[in-house]
């Protein structure tokens, strides 16, 4: 099949598992296009089959803010028309459900370009919900072909916030590569991240709000008295500061590194002893997903598509949202349950090792590349045929 995709370049979920989709669709035959306003981040080496469009803006006094959904439509209709592809899919809805469309409409007098939407998170669950972007979400999902969502809970919640029937939406989760995310990775990091052999605690995110990056600090502040650890962060967002003068105001802060955005996160993840996502809200949680393969156990929030990756008791422990027990005005916030379940882990060598082979069984058996793609590709094939809508 010749296959267009389209996904925000930079670092973050959508992107990346459009990315690896894409390179293992090349890997099994398929002749990809990447049409997008950067190359995506993981998009790093020459592959037969991919190639790379930019999308062209062309910038003008008068736009404030440059027009990109319209450039990227015509980068796709351009992209289909030349390469004749069969089909494009769009990771994230807004705006690229809307261009795809407006693509589609473009080359309808030729023929009939077929668009798969995979929905992702925020474009639901956020973004999606403000009055300036509903309707045009709910619109441009119900024109899509095919339309899938990466968890059971961002289905319902499709289902629930924009009345989309149920029937329209196939859950395909997100899926890794159980090949290059496993644990033992050499070389391993250890020794330079914990210089004096203590435990690794990573969390990688965008640092959005939702993703409540204090609460990681806290628990591992809590968790530090007990066990001795380091605190790696690694990713870049809005509240990097804000973790920081929270390491600073809970007296941990010469134990937490700040990495910033990495482009191979299995290097680090293999040698953690302990991933934390106490996330608002989460569709999926790839990055929890990221760390199990890698043989992490994780401790996370019981909120969104998280309890569909994270099996409490098994692969780690899902604790409320800012399982917060104490909070005394003389005393700064602690966070409990989260750095209990981490401490309890970390304590105890058999107990890590159970979580540990849990949580790559359970990435390995549900979530490997070679488990999911074949459902995106059957789907497509559905999707092309005419059995889709
Ligand atoms: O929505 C975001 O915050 C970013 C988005 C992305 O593009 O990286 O993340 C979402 O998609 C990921 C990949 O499917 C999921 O693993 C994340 O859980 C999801 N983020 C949220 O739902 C907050």
Redesign the pocket.
Known sequence: MKIGITC?PTY????A?ATELGLLLAERGHEVHFVSYALPFRLNKFRERVFFHEVEMEDYPLFEHPPYSLALAVALHDTAKKHELDLVHVH?AIPHATSAWIAQEMLAQERDLKILTTL????I?LVGLHPSFHAITRFSILRSHGLTA?SEFLKRETVRDFTVPEDRIEVIP?FIDTKVFRPGLEPCHRATLAPDGEKIVMHIS?F?S?KRVEDVVATFARLNDKVPSRLVLVGDGPDRLRALMKAEELGVRDQVLFLGKHTSVHELLSCADLFLLP?E??????AALEAMACGTPVVASNA??IPEVVVDGETGYLLDIGDISVARQDAPIVIDGMADAGTRILEDEDHWQRLSEGARAMAVERFSAARVVPQYEAYYDRVVNGGGE
């Open positions: 925000y973050g979920g959508s992107g598992v994230y992702h998170g925020t474009d669950t990466v997100n965008n959005r939702v996330s809200s989460e569709s999926f949680g790839l969104g598509g």
